[in-house]
């Protein structure tokens, strides 16, 4: 057979060291914890508590099919929600699958321009879903903030949640503002440049509809915070089930930066990364390292 293109035989690789890097992450950190013990926590979960934080995680699903049909609507495209439900979820599956974690992304895009002939929309009704999920992320971790000024007095995880609230709030302003009249009107005399900046543009201004509409905006970012908030009440449904001593207030402040440690794409579906972000961080609330890796493998 003729040799793979260089393009597929670099994905390859990336796959492979994501496949290899999450191995070696999860490898190492059971080795720095009692697996008898971690094995008797994970048998300790009734089939009652993993029936119920599975079946929060499939609501909060169904949410975000709201959430993305809310975005598609606002800019101009129609879906049927049992339609936006379907791609949603298969889309989830596509990416805990795969090595990388927007192969579920490009299947939802390719079927949205299939259906709209609109590629530039159809890119970003899943980039600005993708968007939303973050800022309903960083909303959700704003209370935890106060919350752990007074779980403890390590500042280290308080710096890092201001880190990430505020990253996401100067990189969506930012955005938002490459999308206003006065930059769009300066476009077109700034040469070479005025091709790229003119997809920013539209792009930034697509954006600009999602999240400067007072209507839309409300109802969009707060189905991505029901959303995240039914991820965090599964996870204290797991750690009640599994007689993890954990708050409302201490998941509220630790889980959304685990959740956003876990998507980035260096690793296999997040595996190893999520259970060592959950021993990291649950640890400021006092849970311990093999309880937090227990409960994430759960989650």
Request: glycine share 14%; aromatic share 6%.
């Given at each position: 057979p003729p040799p793979a293109a260089p393009g597929r035989r670099k994905a390859r690789l990336f796959g492979l060291a994501k496949f290899v890097l999450s191995a070696a992450l999860v490898v190492w950190l059971v080795q720095g914890v009692d697996t008898a013990a971690l094995g008797a926590r994970l048998q300790a979960a009734s089939p009652a508590t993993l029936v119920l934080a599975g079946a929060l995680e499939l609501?909060?699903?169904?949410?975000?099919?709201?959430?993305?049909?809310?975005?598609?609507?606002?800019?101009?495209?129609?879906?049927?929600?049992?339609?936006?439900?379907?791609l949603s979820y298969i889309g989830l599956f596509i990416n805990q699958v795969l090595p990388a974690n927007v192969g579920g992304d490009v299947y939802r895009v390719w079927h949205v321009f299939r259906d709209a002939g609109q590629l530039m929309r159809a890119l970003m009704a899943v980039a600005l879903d993708?968007?939303?999920?973050?800022?309903?992320?960083?909303?959700?971790?704003?209370?935890?903030?106060?919350?752990m000024f007074h779980l403890t007095a390590d500042r280290v995880p308080v710096l890092v949640l201001i880190a990430m609230v505020g990253s996401i709030?100067?990189?969506t302003s930012i955005f938002l503002a490459l999308g206003s009249p006065a930059l769009r009107r300066r476009v077109p005399g700034l040469g070479y440049l005025s091709r790229v900046l003119s997809w920013v543009t539209e792009a930034a201004t697509l954006g600009r509809a999602v999240f400067l509409a007072p209507g839309p905006a409300l109802k969009v970012i707060?189905?991505?915070?029901?959303?995240?908030?039914?991820?965090v009440a599964a996870l204290l449904v797991l750690a009640q089930g599994l007689n993890i001593s954990l708050g409302i207030g201490a998941a509220l402040a630790l889980v959304p930066?685990?959740?956003?440690?876990?998507?980035?794409?260096?690793?296999?579906?997040?595996?190893?990364l999520r259970e060592g972000a959950m021993a990291i961080f649950l640890g400021f609330a006092g849970v311990a390292p093999v309880d937090a890796i227990s409960l994430s493998l759960l989650f």
């Open positions: 609501v909060a699903i169904l949410v975000l099919a709201v959430r993305w049909r809310m975005v598609l609507a606002t800019l101009g495209l129609v879906m049927p929600y049992v339609t936006a439900l379907r993708r968007l939303v999920a973050l800022v309903g992320l960083a909303l959700l971790a704003v209370p935890g903030i106060f919350v709030a100067a990189g707060g189905a991505s915070v029901i959303g995240h908030g039914l991820a930066p685990v959740i956003l440690v876990s998507v980035m794409p260096v690793s296999y579906g997040g595996w190893g």
